[in-house]
């Protein structure tokens, strides 16, 4: 919504306030003539003697004032404006009356210094790059849909919220409409669509000026505007021109150049508007769009992080370790048994598990079939006079020889046994059991075997085997 739509719905609000308390009529009252309306126009030479100080008056009961002083607005009665250049200045005034709005004549002023204390800030400079210099903004989002700072291009806030770095979450009303929700664009690309949604800058080449390229709003194109940074209310207003924003809430009645600054550092910035309520169907909300400079856009190197690999995955053994490993060597054996009061199943992608226990995957997965199981069930390896297991399960014993392929660790149960089974869909089939897993401190740690590979996911279904207790 362009900023004279904002202008002009608060104007027709601010005549039905005025009206809504007036005994009931239908006559809207007299219109006021410019020759009863009262205001003053003052340059405080004494505090700047280039006259950068104005200070404007309004004085006229049962009326109100909606100020457009060339680099911001106001509607109160005192107000006091600075300039940090010299040059011309147009104020106009529109009165609004009981009989409708009174456009005054302008009033031309003329600043003859420049007083850049007044935008030397801080915060100027980060928006700005300093005076004399200019610094472009982009949304954070690109055709790609790539965010390179936030996690998305656009959060929500309460309607109290504001500066973040001035209270809890930058809550400025105790028990008001404070909150927030900062979802990320892939997952919720219902936010607005990927694309270039052009720039926005804002340079202090002689005044304070601002250019916005909308590429992403038909028939808005390119604004060019002045604007104004209060450093100690964290606002931002813009004159003739709006922030950059998605097509979704342009039809709202939204002031895109009445801004709350919700965070600003030289890389990024965050720009709050009101969404009032009823707009979409949605109740009032800060929207607040979240951008990255230039500078920061032009040299971001995408992060690439390494993902950290469960220890012990795709293990390397010496010849004759595996073997050794589990059965404890000559003529000897050792039991395993199923880590059932631990983590019993996995799903081992690209080496890297997630469950935790049992419960990480309770009756979808794991279930009470499997705990009935577990608790007397167990594989026993053997070197007695050869390489031999013998499995017990629900009371039942079996038997017979193995063999360990040592190049890719896969332990091989003759006579076409698996390794457990329940009749549940992961109930492994195969009786070539993958190590997948494995540790120097295996006493402790165990041992996963892999009993079936999805290729497409690089991912295995394992189990978790620790040592029993006749080792």
């Not at 075997?449 to 497409?456: A, I, V």
Request: proline share 4%; aromatic share 12%.
């Amino acid at each position: 919504m362009k900023k004279y739509k904002a202008i002009l719905g608060f104007l027709l609000v601010s005549m039905l306030i005025f009206t809504a308390c007036q005994p009931e009529d239908y006559n809207l009252g007299n219109k006021l003539a410019p020759s009863q309306i009262n205001f003053e126009v003052i340059q405080d030479y004494d505090i700047d003697p280039g006259g950068n100080t104005v200070i404007l008056k309004f004085d006229t009961p049962g009326a109100s004032p909606v100020w457009n002083y060339g680099t911001g607005r106001s509607s109160k009665v005192v107000d006091t404006i600075r300039y940090a250049f010299q040059g011309d200045y147009t104020i106009d005034l529109k009165v609004i009356t009981q009989g409708g709005v009174v456009n005054m004549d302008p009033v031309t002023i003329n600043v003859t210094e420049d007083n850049l204390s007044y935008v030397n800030d801080p915060l100027w400079s980060k928006l700005t790059g300093g005076n004399g210099e200019s610094k472009t903004w982009y949304l954070d989002l690109d055709e790609n849909g790539a965010s390179t700072f936030f996690s998305g291009p656009l959060y929500f806030y309460g309607t109290d919220n504001g500066w973040l770095e001035g209270g809890k979450d930058g809550c400025y009303e105790e028990d008001g409409d404070c909150w927030n929700w900062q979802p990320n664009w892939a997952g919720n690309q219902w936010l607005m669509p990927a694309g270039d949604y052009g720039s926005m800058t804002f340079s202090l080449k002689g005044g304070p000026y601002v250019t916005v390229d909308h590429k992403m709003l038909a028939g808005l194109g390119e604004q060019s505007g002045t604007f104004y940074l209060d450093k100690d209310a964290h606002t931002l207003s813009l004159n003739d021109a709006g922030i950059l924003h998605n097509e979704g809430v342009d039809a709202c009645a939204i002031d895109f150049g009445d801004i709350r600054i919700f965070s600003l550092t030289e890389d990024a910035m965050q720009l709050g508007v009101l969404r009032p309520d009823g707009c979409n169907n949605e109740g009032a909300a800060m929207l607040v769009y979240n951008f990255v400079s230039k500078e920061y856009k032009d040299n971001y190197v995408p992060v690439v992080e390494e993902p950290t690999i469960d220890e012990g995955f795709d293990p390397e053994f010496a010849p004759g370790e595996l073997l050794q490993m589990l059965t404890g060597g000559p003529s000897s054996g050792r039991i395993w048994e199923l880590d059932a009061t631990g983590n019993p199943i996995d799903w081992i992608a690209g080496g890297i598990g997630w469950t935790e226990n049992a419960d990480s995957t309770r009756d979808w997965g794991w279930n009470a079939d499997w705990d009935a199981m577990a608790k007397n069930s167990w594989i026993r390896f053997d070197q007695w006079g050869g390489q031999t297991y013998t499995k017990y399960q629900n009371g039942v014993e079996t038997s017979g020889t193995f063999t360990i392929n040592e190049e890719t660790n896969e332990v091989i149960l003759k006579d076409g046994m698996s390794l457990l089974g329940i009749g549940n869909s992961l109930s492994p089939t195969t009786s070539t059991l993958k190590v997948v897993k494995a540790y120097d401190d295996f006493a402790t740690k165990g041992i996963w075997f892999g009993t079936s590979y999805d290729e497409g996911k690089d991912e295995w279904l394992s189990f978790h085997y620790v040592l029993g207790n006749n080792d």
